[in-house]
């Protein structure tokens, strides 16, 4: 199956894509250069807004203000576009980080508008278990600690319904997917259990999405693939890509059944073989997606 390149963006870390269904847009972040861009369907028009620090991850704000909710480096932010290029931001929660040197990763809401997070040393190489999930509800309340005792966590998703909850670590020592029961009512996850161990598949498990019939799509980071898994963890197929390092998929397009798929362009790395590193690429998947839920502050 072909991937079709939308933009040679050229990210450093191409992460958290989001479909903006009014705008029928496609919104994303590059991490290290601490940018929030968009990608609009109808002309291909091409903007980005720069940020006061590194930016992680993003979802919709529900608000009247409207904006998006961030996962950075020093915590969660509002931010609003702003007509000079830039990005006002408003502080939602700090996070007190287990050392130095750490900052926000994959993030996204639940099916009820709760947004989750997760921060990671930013040096992976020294494998430091200082990685933690967090849960926000709102506007003016703090973060819950909901798991610990992790490198970087990744591959956050929520099942159609919302009763279940994925999760993985993507760093190579770990490389693993869970699934979570998850009570709707209190947003808590239960009754871990693994899902897919991604040592026996191409990859290390990045970002994901979920589509219509509850499968779980990852990016097989180092692989150039993305997988689908189905709810039982079977690997169902798996779409090649022209990049080695796909970050992170999203189901977008008027009939949510394009997957836009962001990836990295590692500095210091001949990209001969991969000169479309950092751009970001749709797909056909031959199934639909789910709107992506908006955070309710």
Partial sequence: MHAELILDARNGTGESPVWHP????????????????????????????????????????????????????????????????????????????????????????????????????????????????????????????????MIVPNGLAFSPDGKRMYLSDSHPQVQAIWAFDYDTDSGTPHNRQLFVDMRDYPGRPDGAAIDQDGCYWICGNDAGLVHRFTPDGRLDRSLPLPVKKPAMCAFGG????????????????????????????????????????????
């Fill in 22 to 149: 009014s705008e029928q847009a496609l919104y994303w972040v590059d991490i290290p250069a601490g940018q929030l861009h968009r990608w609009q369907l109808a002309d291909g028009a091409h903007q980005h807004w720069q940020a006061d620090e590194m930016l992680a991850c993003i979802a919709r704000s529900a608000s009247p203000e409207g904006g998006w909710i961030a996962g950075m480096q020093s915590g969660l932010f509002h931010l609003q576009v702003s007509a000079q290029d830039t990005l006002a931001s408003r502080p939602l929660a700090r996070v007190t980080h287990a050392r130095e040197g750490m900052r926000f990763n994959d993030g996204r809401c639940d099916r009820q508008g709760r947004f989750w997070a997760g921060t990671m040393l930013m040096d992976m190489q020294q494998g430091a278990t200082v990685g933690a999930l967090y849960r926000h509800a709102g506007d003016g309340q703090p973060l819950h600690l909901q798991q610990d005792g």
């Fill in 254 to 297: 008027p009939g949510l059944d394009t997957l836009f798929v962001t990836s990295i362009r590692p500095a210091g790395v001949d990209l001969a073989d991969q000169p479309l590193a950092g751009g970001v690429f749709a797909l056909n998947p031959g199934v639909k997606g789910l709107e992506e839920p908006a955070w309710r502050n």
